[in-house]
């Protein structure tokens, strides 16, 4: 083949590009205005290219490859071309205000035009990055659904308005809903992949589950920059150690915005730093060439459909614009470095190579390019007339609109019926998994020493584990390993994968061993699983319960085992919390949670876990309580305490002591943060017009906080004092016992709030 400077010379500049994608840098100077849209149809046979008999391409091929035929290197080609030009009109809209944000994805067409051929839309998984923009043409979006996420439009498949554009979603092609925060797809991408391994292992499940397929395979895609999260080593490390098929495609375009390759990575190129991983097939390859990114992208899905292990491409890319609009690369890259870039630019490069080879001449190029012109023309104005979302919507989707666990139907106290002997709350929660596991095979218990033993061969012969507070004991035994297992010491990790296991359909239960290290997972609870189904307007749900310890009075516990930050959750759109203080209320809330289809974080304290004086009978396997009802502990008339957690005990002996000084007091257990009983709130307080807010977060900025602000906003008028809160000091919880009891409140300072407050 010529060389690419010989080649280049070859391909004519379009007349109606003022600044082509080809060649220019759109900061420096934007595209003109597009002509008027012409309603064009995509033909089937491309003008200009000869006749597939007629050329034989001379385009080197390994042994065994079968090489495109003419039609498809050409509309690879086209693919590629209408992505620059989308890219292009958009920087032409955003300094007119028609748009508001842009990213493109100049520079990697090449690689991921390839991607979308090996792969099959609508039975692959898609987990792309914000650079995707070709691969998803490919999948078959189209410039006006892109252009309808770029306006913000109602009509936008990818968010309906919610997200910026780029930020790729499409429930018909099975594009999963992408954010912003770099390498969060990739533990999803994983859980979505590991979804259809367990399926094959759950006998209940592998004969009539719909919507799986023996040989899918799920992409993935990441910059170089995102190999530096942790996520990124994480998601190898699972995928390798089950064999997931899951293709890893590493766009490498040398930048994170502004910082080089060789400061992000030891080395400077991470696919060396990956080699050792067991069953990885990686693969690297000219991004920019789009006949090598084929023919390695259809190994490396091949190998995945082989169900040989996951596979890794480690595509060289290069960024011809600046990272976004808001960017300006002149000002950390030199004129030299991006000369080169432009001459391995892959729409001049594979324009030129399809003349040379004599596959299209200059004439069918060049309407190939008018045809894309007038067709992203098109679809721009008819997204720029398209309706926006109605300002009402803007609550719509922060929970189920089909399933709502405040109703009726998830209100069974009223026909509460026991039996047994009484358990504690870890005996109750472990009944309730239990029963719940075997109504619904979906059921799927994962998280650090979950399961009974690991190594099976030893199930008869050891007592087991079961959860280092024997939460989940038995259950790996009952269900098998399929379905209980232990994840490595990762916390984003668990909750990533369930997140990809819940958007297929399956219901992770997931468990976080200690409150005070749920915090690498924040992005994933924050950024992915609280924002999933609000972001994509309801296109894609992801409702995992996560079970967590949480909470001090242990002694002993210190700083790392006392933590109870839930006001951090709280403030959390999407993300139900809950927060039983009873054996009998955590079963119920428990089988709430997990027949609710929202995320729910599942607070259990520990100190609560076996105490005797809020032991239960079972309450039989359909009790439920619903979310946001709150349960009267104590009557009272002269004042309420409303509380949750371990405070509920100490606020009910408190009450108990001021009963002897004639002091009556009504103690409320929330149950439920996120939502609370707000009606509940407002009958106690018209009853006694006096409230203490009692919990064990810290005073300022805890979750007690927001409900005395209520109180006082809208209920001032029925107050005969100001609304108290009893609390944990604003400092961290110490290993000696003699400090933490000063720290956390104990019954002593609830007493002494229920007489300042009498006597106010």
Not at 7 to 34: G, I, M, N
Not at 693 to 721: T, W
Request: charged residues 25%; contains cysteine.
């Amino acid at each position: 083949m010529k060389t690419d400077t010989k080649v280049l010379k070859l391909v004519r500049k379009s007349e109606s590009d003022s600044v082509t994608a080809e060649t220019e840098h759109p900061q420096a100077a934007q595209p003109a205005p597009a002509p008027r849209p012409v309603p064009v149809e995509k033909p089937t046979t491309v003008p200009g290219a000869k006749p597939m008999h007629a050329v034989k391409p001379t385009i080197a091929k390994s042994k065994g490859q079968q090489l495109p035929d003419d039609k498809i290197l050409v509309e690879m080609y086209r693919t590629m071309y209408l992505s620059r030009r989308i890219d292009d009109k958009e920087i032409q809209l955003k300094p007119q205000n028609r748009i508001y944000f842009q990213i493109s994805g100049a520079g990697h067409e090449a690689v991921l035009v390839a991607a979308g051929m090996a792969l099959k839309p609508g039975y692959d998984w898609f987990y792309p990055y914000y650079r995707d923009r070709a691969l998803c043409l490919q999948l078959g979006m189209t410039p006006l659904e892109q252009f309808l996420a770029a306006v913000g439009a109602e009509d936008d498949p990818n968010s309906h308005g919610r997200q910026m554009p780029s930020h790729w979603g499409h429930t018909k092609l099975n594009i999963v809903s992408q954010s912003s925060p770099t390498g969060t797809q990739l533990l999803q991408a994983v859980g979505c992949a590991e979804a259809s391994y367990r399926i094959n292992l759950i006998q209940e499940l592998k004969k009539r589950w719909q919507g799986f397929h023996n040989d899918e395979v799920t992409y993935v895609s990441l910059g170089d920059g995102t190999s530096s999260e942790g996520e990124f080593w994480e998601s190898l490390n699972t995928a390798c150690n089950l064999k997931l098929p899951v293709v890893f495609l590493l766009e490498d375009n040398g930048y994170a915005i502004s910082v080089p390759v060789e400061v992000q990575t030891a080395g400077g190129d991470v696919s060396r730093l990956i080699e050792g991983f067991p069953s990885l097939y990686l693969q690297r390859c000219d991004g920019t060439d789009p006949i090598e990114s084929l023919e390695v992208m259809q190994r490396a899905v091949q190998y995945c459909r082989d169900r040989k292990g996951p596979a890794f491409v480690h595509a060289k890319v290069i960024r011809p614009y600046s990272h976004s609009l808001s960017d300006d690369e002149k000002l950390y890259r030199g004129d030299e470095e991006r000369a080169r870039d432009s001459e391995r630019d892959p729409l001049k490069r594979f324009g030129a190579r399809l003349i040379d080879e004599g596959i299209i001449d200059q004439n069918g190029l060049q309407r190939i390019k008018d045809q894309v012109d007038r067709e992203v023309a098109e679809a721009a104005d008819q997204a720029l007339g398209s309706a926006q979302p109605a300002v009402e919507s803007v609550t719509k989707f922060v929970f189920s609109p089909d399933v709502d666990p405040t109703s009726k139907k998830f209100d069974s106290e009223e026909q509460l019926e026991l039996s047994g002997s009484a358990g504690t709350m870890v005996d109750l929660i472990n009944r309730c998994l239990h029963t719940e596991m075997a109504r619904d095979p979906r059921i799927i218990v994962f998280g650090e020493d979950v399961a009974d033993c690991s190594r099976e061969q030893y199930l008869d012969t050891v007592k087991g584990k079961g959860g280092v507070f024997k939460v989940t004991a038995n259950l790996q035994r009952k269900f098998g390993s399929a379905r209980v297992f232990n994840s490595p010491l990762a916390e984003a990790n668990i909750v990533g994968r369930a997140i990809g296991m819940a958007t297929r359909g399956l219901k992770p239960v997931v468990e976080i061993q200690f409150f005070d290290y749920i915090w690498p997972a924040m992005h994933q609870i924050r950024n992915e699983l609280a924002l999933l189904r609000w972001r994509s307007g309801n296109e894609w749900k992801a409702p995992v319960v996560m079970r967590v310890p949480v909470g001090g009075y242990l002694k002993g516990g210190a700083v790392y085992h006392s933590q109870s930050g839930v006001s951090t959750f709280t403030q959390i759109p999407g993300l139900r919390v809950i927060y039983p203080a009873t054996a009998l209320d955590a079963n119920g809330l428990l089988r709430t949670a997990i027949r609710c289809d929202d995320p729910v974080l599942f607070l259990e304290h520990k100190h609560l876990y076996r105490q005797a004086y809020n032991k239960s009978q079972y309450p039989g396997p359909e009790f439920m309580v619903p979310f946001g009802k709150a349960r009267r502990v104590r009557e009272g008339s002269d004042i309420s305490i409303i509380t949750y957690g371990a405070l509920v005990q100490r606020s009910f002996v408190a009450a108990k002591q001021a009963e002897q000084q004639g002091i009556s007091v009504e103690v409320i257990d929330l149950r439920s943060l996120v939502p609370y009983d707000w009606d509940a709130i407002v009958e106690t307080v018209r009853k006694t017009n006096r409230v203490i807010v009692a919990h064990e977060d810290s005073l300022s900025f805890g979750y007690g906080a927001e409900i005395a602000a209520r109180i006082s906003d809208e209920l001032f008028e029925y107050l005969d004092a100001p609304v108290r809160r009893v609390c944990a000091l604003d400092t961290f919880v110490a290993y000696a016992p003699h400090l933490e009891d000063v720290i956390l409140p104990q019954v002593v300072d609830v007493a002494k709030a229920i007489a300042a407050l009498k006597n106010y």
